[in-house]
């Protein structure tokens, strides 16, 4: 599996951990920066890593910042991009169960390293129920081709 990344500045250390922690599990990583935590502007590596998802390039995505919420915000601008802005377990697990996010987004500010990994484990390891979820979603990709 194959897994894009992308970030700010202030998700650069959360990701540089979640990075060595799925590689550690033998996923694939497509790291579309950024390589340092200087300032920089999430939309120039955010959108890339959406954009590998929407592509094939990746598999699923992660992207990080401060809060998390302007890199949803760009992910979701992106074609084919369900991104979900997870804050706990829980909220990862049913953005892939109900969602079927292929992207989530991450607050390096108010993520700790291990919160990270468990909140990844979870999105990873739930499984999409279909049903009235299908329906919905679909409703979102009819939206999205008008």
């Not at 909220?91 to 049913?94: F, K």
């Not at 987004?105 to 390096?108: I, N, Q, S, T, V």
């Given at each position: 599996?194959i897994?894009?990344?992308?970030?700010?500045?202030?998700?650069y250390?959360l990701?540089e951990h979640?990075?060595?922690?799925?590689a550690?599990?033998?996923l694939?990583i497509?790291?579309?920066g950024?390589?340092?935590p200087?300032?920089?502007?999430y939309?120039?590596?955010?959108?890339?890593?959406?954009?590998?998802v929407?592509?094939?390039r990746?598999d699923?995505?992660i992207?990080f910042?401060?809060s998390?919420?302007?890199?949803?915000?760009?992910a979701n601008?992106?074609?084919g991009?369900?991104c979900?802005l997870c804050?706990?377990?829980d909220?990862?697990?049913?953005a892939?169960?109900?969602?079927?996010a292929?992207?989530i987004?991450?607050?390096?500010r108010f993520?700790a390293?291990?919160?990270?990994?468990?909140?990844v484990?979870a999105w990873l390891a739930?499984?999409?129920?279909?049903?009235?979820?299908?329906?919905?979603?679909g409703?979102?990709?009819?939206?999205?081709?008008?």
């Open positions: 599996m897994i894009s990344l992308g970030t700010d500045h202030a998700g250390g990701k979640l990075k060595s922690y799925l550690a599990q033998g694939e497509l790291d579309c950024a390589d340092s200087e300032s920089s502007d939309p120039d590596y955010v959108i890339p890593a959406a954009e590998a929407a592509s094939g990746a699923l995505g992207v910042g401060g998390g919420n302007g890199e949803a915000i760009a601008k992106v074609k991009i369900r979900a804050w706990n377990v909220s990862a697990h049913l892939r169960q109900h969602n079927n292929n992207v987004a991450l607050g390096g993520i390293p291990e919160l990270g990994e468990q909140i484990d739930a499984t999409f129920e279909g049903g009235r979820h299908e329906r919905r979603i409703k979102i990709a009819d939206y999205e081709n008008r």
